[in-house]
């Protein structure tokens, strides 16, 4: 018989309130596993910290995305977007579900392009992009959405030079209720702003316009303001049918789907509350159908949704480094993850689970990380059971913007694996190391040698 690990005992503070549906006490249980790997063998064969992503959620989430939106709309076409995770192995699943490539910069349209994604499934968004970007795209004939008057011009040059027909959207930004505007993108539907550059675009004849676009905010919770997205671009879609006997092939609606994460400041967790992918699929196709479109001129609907497919397909796993009392008597526990890669923390408040068994007790706990910032907190306040020293825990719901936001700062960048849907584990980008930094810097003679 084992000998039972020493716990101390706590004086715990008791609350007043309702409740929860688990009765008096949160509900914690432990996470030892993830898609059958045992999560202390991982970090013993690749580290700690650690990010693993799942295959099989991946694949099993877009098709859930596609379910929703295709038994309620004929003609949807989903494109990941890179900017959300662009690591080569995450973008060509959703490449091999048949998901288009959504860039915002020239960076990334080479990613798509190296990952062999064809020029003509590649929309190329964002208000940065040179000549040698936009040039590449018209010789790929890639859907290349305007953000702004001065990229139109550049575009008819181009395209004067090269002797192609750039196919081209715009983007549109509008009021949809939901405040404040992102108006900083695209032409503005309501002072007319819209109207002018798709003018320009159709007498200029040098370019085919076959698209519009919105993107009406991130972590979108309000479905209706798609369906107000929705019939504003079928509006203008019908207003330039109407004026120019021109037909628009597709309206996109950009991203901006909730993921299951909840956000600081919520009173309840965003698993209970925020909109499903049903949801919003109900608002859009309900507002195009009901437009005055033909039945045989409906519009293919994009959908560019990045943080609702692949947030929960991640986990960050890490280690206790030690624990320690506040001023005011307040748990700390310290684990390996900072906030360097783990950017997500300072919007998300992120469950924190532990990978191994262990006793009832509980107690309110600050969770920090490891940088020696005073910013470098993981969870400001959580209900966890008293973690020692080497034991390991799972952040849930990481895969959106962290593995392109990360940054080298006081540590370097951890280990990623991809447990593929037969649950073997695979290294899809390897931890940094001294010698990558190195390799990028150089040395001026004279400072080569010091005292």
Not at 376 to 393: A, K, S, W, Y
Request: hydrophobic share 40%; glycine share 6%.
């Amino acid at each position: 018989m084992s000998k039972l690990r020493y716990e101390r005992p706590v004086i715990k503070k008791l609350e007043g309130g309702m409740p929860n549906k688990f009765g008096l006490r949160s509900e914690i249980q432990p996470m030892p596993t993830i898609d059958g790997n045992s999560v202390a063998n991982l970090i013993q064969d690749y580290g700690s910290p650690l990010f693993v992503i799942s295959e099989k959620t991946i694949r099993s989430t877009l098709k859930k995305a596609k379910k929703a939106f295709e038994t309620q709309y004929p003609r949807v076409q989903f494109a990941w977007s890179y900017k959300t995770n662009y690591l080569n192995a995450v973008c060509n699943i959703f490449h091999q579900e048949g998901s288009w490539a959504e860039v915002v910069s020239g960076f990334e349209y080479d990613k798509a392009i190296a990952l062999g994604v064809s020029g003509k499934k590649i929309i190329f968004n964002g208000p940065e992009k040179s000549v040698e970007d936009l040039t590449k795209a018209i010789q790929n004939d890639s859907l290349i959405h305007i953000d702004h008057l001065d990229e139109f011009y550049t575009i008819v040059e181009l395209a004067g030079t090269l002797k192609k027909r750039p196919r081209v959207a715009i983007r549109v930004n509008m009021d949809t209720g939901v405040y404040p505007i992102w108006d900083r993108f695209g032409f503005n539907y309501e002072n007319g702003q819209a109207w002018d550059a798709i003018n320009k675009i159709m007498h200029s004849g040098k370019m085919e316009l076959i698209g519009l676009h919105c993107h009406i905010g991130t972590f979108m919770l309000s479905p209706s303001a798609y369906g107000i997205a929705a019939s504003k671009l079928a509006e203008l879609t019908l207003a330039l049918e109407q004026k120019f006997n021109h037909e628009i092939k597709y309206i996109d609606l950009g991203g901006g789907f909730p993921s299951r994460n909840t956000l600081k400041g919520s009173y309840l967790p965003g698993i209970d509350t925020n909109p499903t992918f049903d949801d919003f699929a109900e608002a859009i196709s309900t507002a195009l159908l009901n437009s005055n479109f033909r039945k045989d001129k409906l519009p293919l609907l994009i959908l560019e949704t990045g943080r609702a497919l692949i947030d929960e397909a991640a986990y960050l796993l890490g280690s206790v480094i030690a624990n320690k009392r506040s001023s005011t008597g307040r748990r700390n526990t310290i684990l390996d993850v900072g906030v360097n890669i783990l950017f997500t923390s300072f919007w998300y408040d992120h469950k924190i689970t532990p990978a191994q068994s262990f006793s009832q007790y509980t107690e309110e706990t600050c969770v920090y990380g490891p940088l020696c910032m005073n910013i470098d907190v993981i969870r400001e306040n959580t209900e966890l059971p008293l973690l020692n020293r080497g034991d390991h825990v799972v952040i849930h719901n990481v895969g959106a913007y962290n593995l392109t936001q990360w940054m080298q700062f006081i540590s370097l960048r951890p280990n990623v694996i991809l447990i593929d849907t037969n649950e073997k584990p695979h290294l899809i980008r390897e931890r940094e190391t001294l010698d990558n930094m190195n390799n990028m810097e150089k040395i001026p003679d004279y400072l080569v040698k010091i005292n």
